[in-house]
Every structure is written in C-alpha cells, then in structure tokens.
C-alpha cells in the first residue's frame, strides 16, 4: 500500500503495488479453507503485473536515454534479475519441488525487495529522499497491526484457532494498514462531502505539503553536476502545477528562493518555499520568450512555447481531456499549432533543451549565491 500512497497517478507503482497486494491477499485466503481456489489464482497475479512494471520501467529509461538523462540503470537491472526468482519461485510452486510454504515465503521477499526497489527508482527520478518517509509509514503500520490486529490475536490465543477468527484477524490488519496509509484521500473524500469548497482547496493544499515534507532530501545544489541538476530542474517543470511535489523538490535550497523570501517578508516556511519555486522557475521560462506578441510558431519560440504553454498554461495538445473552452484566445492558437504541426517525440525533445536551459539559467544562481 506503500507503493500506491506514494502516487497514485503513477501506473509503475499502482502495478506494483498491486502485485503486492494480491500476493498478500492470497496468503491470507491460503490460510482459509472455503477460498483455495481464489488464492491460486491471486498468487500468480503478481507476476503478470510485475512484468507490466518492467515494460514501464523499460520505456522510461529509454525515454529518458533520449533526453540525455542518466536515470538508475543498476536499480533496473536489480529489478529484473527480482523478477527473474520470482518467476522461477512460481514454477517451483507450481512443481511442488519445494515446500508450500517455503516457496510462498521466498516469493514474499522476493516481492517485498522488488518493491523496495520500484521505491527507489521512484525516489531518485523525483530527487526525493525515502528512508525517512519509508520507515515512518512502517513504524505507524507496525502501530496499528498492534493495536487492532493484536486484540484479535489474544482472543485467538485464548479460544483457540477457527477460520473465522483468522479471517477476522487478516481483515483487521487490512484495515487498520489501509487506513494509515490512505488517510489524505479518505480525508480528501469526507471533506468534499462534508466542507466548501475554499476550505476543502486549503486542506488538501496543507496535506499535500504533510505528507510530501518527510520525502524532502537534503541536498547541496552548488554540490550537484550539470545533468543531475538539470534533471531535477525537469522533474520541477513536470510539477508546476502541484505545490506538493514542488515542496520535496531539492530546488527549494535554491540561494535564490531565501532572497525573495526575505524580500517580499514572508515566513520562511516549506509552503513560501515551494511558491517561490514556481515563481522562480516562472521568470526563468519567460527570459526564453522571444520579444514581439504572446506566441509565435518561428524556431525561436519553441523552446518558450514548450514549457510556457504546456506546464504554466497546462495544455495537452495529444490528450482528449484538454478542455478547450477554458483557454484564452492566445493559449488555444498554441494548442492548434501543437496539436495539428508539432509532432509529441519533437515536443518532449524541445522541453528536454529548454529545461536545460532553465537550468543553466537557475544553476549559475545556485553556484554563485
């Protein structure tokens, strides 16, 4: 579950996660007598949604190859050799050449590992540091299987075994985990049924910035190479439009943001901290915008218009969901001229240069403040 609080937007950890999630739950329906058939099928799940997992993991590496990043080919490479025992665990089981429950417990680290691994990559192609965040969400999971799980077990313990108790016990834990680690959307959920919406807007603002603040890596950015630094500049652009992620971004210790911090007097606080990003990365993009008009289509403005238009104005030109009546005249000509004369590969390539160049821009700032 884990995997799937991180970002649930994410289709490598949804798949993940779910991989875990239903080898869990066939261990568990293993224990009971009237679902053995479901628990077969639940335990050869995983491998099929773990192999999705590397199909993604696969195509984001050589999309990033093209942009000229560098992203963790030694992770990935774990990763599959992971896989690989997983695989080989499940033909073991379904040979019964090795014990039952041997085999289920070697697959479940397996499977455990693979995950760990999943969060790393994650992690480092967000610029987000994961022991801190990883371990809290373990020892408040720990907390509340003791808490509610444990009073299950005693009265198993006093009144003997019986599949209902043990079904009881594993829905408890399910539960009680679920609800630690889904706490921000269960809350998102009552306050949209519950509040208005300017109250609700400014909850979810606060949460996204809680629960993003224990993956924030401490991070000397003068310390950092070229292409690191212009990775994190992109992973920045990409959430523009998110105050959460932008609050874990090591681009908040820009020397830059504490200076307008001081000098608007505002609190120096994760939240200024991740507004000022925005600003800053904001002014950057609008040093590359070529003088003369709000848009053009000549050579020069590609690299304005690629990140102009698509992170600050927040335009899809390849996606049916862009809702074209919210845009203004000037943002809907360059929704056209995207969508009808500039191929998706030639918009990724000129985002990739133009990040780049924000970053050489934010960079020089970095090292020299």
């Not at 040979?95 to 969060?119: N, Y």
Request: hydrophobic fraction near 50%.
């Amino acid at each position: 579950m884990y995997l799937l609080a991180r970002d649930r937007t994410n289709p490598v950890l949804v798949l993940a996660g779910g991989g875990l999630l239903s080898y869990g739950a066939a261990i568990a329906l293993d224990d009971l007598p009237w679902t053995g058939a479901v628990a077969e099928v639940l335990v050869w799940l995983p491998a099929v949604l773990w192999a999705f997992v590397l199909a993604l993991l696969l195509r984001d590496n050589g999309a990033a190859r093209e942009r000229g990043e560098t992203r963790g080919t030694v992770g990935l490479a774990v990763v599959c050799a992971l896989l690989v025992g997983l695989a080989t665990g499940l033909l073991l089981l379904g040979a019964g050449l090795l014990p039952r429950e041997l085999t289920l417990a070697s697959i479940g680290l397996d499977l455990v590992l693979l995950g760990g691994c999943v969060a790393v990559i994650d992690a480092f192609d967000a610029g987000e540091s994961l022991r801190g965040d990883m371990l809290r969400s373990a020892a408040l999971g720990a907390l509340a299987t003791a808490l509610f799980g444990g009073q299950v077990a005693v009265v198993i313990a006093v009144v003997g075994s019986d599949p209902a108790l043990t079904a009881l016990l594993y829905g408890v834990v399910a539960g009680a985990i679920a609800l630690h680690v889904l706490t921000s959307p269960l809350q998102s959920l009552a306050d949209r049924a519950a509040l208005a919406v300017p109250v609700r807007q400014a909850r979810a603002e606060l949460r996204e910035v809680a629960d993003a603040l224990p993956r924030k890596a401490d991070s000397a950015l003068a310390d950092v190479d070229e292409a690191e630094f212009a990775r994190l500049t992109r992973r920045a652009l990409s959430h523009y439009g998110d105050l959460g992620k932008l609050v874990s971004s090591p681009l908040t210790d820009l020397p830059e943001i504490g200076k307008r911090l001081a000098e608007r007097g505002a609190p120096d606080t994760p939240l200024e901290r991740a507004k000022e990003v925005k600003a800053v990365l904001l002014d950057a993009i609008r040093r590359l915008k070529p003088d003369g008009g709000e848009f053009g289509t000549s050579e020069e403005w590609r690299h304005y218009n690629a990140l102009y238009f698509y992170y600050v104005v927040g335009i899809r030109p390849y996606s049916v969901r862009t809702k074209v009546t919210e845009l203004d005249p000037t943002a809907r000509q360059a929704l056209t001229w995207f969508a009808d004369q500039v191929p998706e590969r030639t918009l990724h390539n000129w985002q990739s240069v133009a990040a780049r160049l924000v970053a050489a821009d934010l960079r020089a700032t970095a090292v020299g403040g």
